[in-house]
């Protein structure tokens, strides 16, 4: 797609920038290049190929195992204990 320098200072005066000639004639060659990367994408086949659908595939699912612990090996780290309970400072006054 074909970018002219009008374009470019148009652009430039709504993002509120100055450009020489010479800048304006290399941004126009980017914003080309840019469009054309676009375009490109404009031309791909995107229809969907029933095909390369996954339906047959089931989601793996594992039994939930039910894991005991002693008491004290779960609260040996724990610096102060009251019954069964962990003892935190204070934090609301």
Do not use: G, H, W
């Not at 800048?23 to 290049?33: I, L, P, R, Y």
């Not at 404009?42 to 095909?51: K, P, Q, S, V």
């Not at 047959?56 to 090996?73: A, G, M, T, W, Y």
């Amino acid at each position: 797609m074909k970018v002219s320098i009008d374009e470019v200072k148009y652009i430039a005066k709504l993002s509120k920038l100055k450009f020489s000639d010479d800048e304006a004639a290399k941004f126009a060659k980017e914003f080309e290049s840019i469009l054309d990367n676009f375009q490109y994408l404009n031309e791909l086949n995107l229809d969907i190929n029933e095909d390369n659908e996954t339906v047959e595939l089931k989601p793996v699912i594992r039994q939930d195992e039910v894991k005991s612990f002693e008491c004290n090996d779960l609260f040996r780290n724990v610096k102060d204990m009251q019954d069964t309970y962990i003892k935190v400072p204070k934090v609301i006054e």
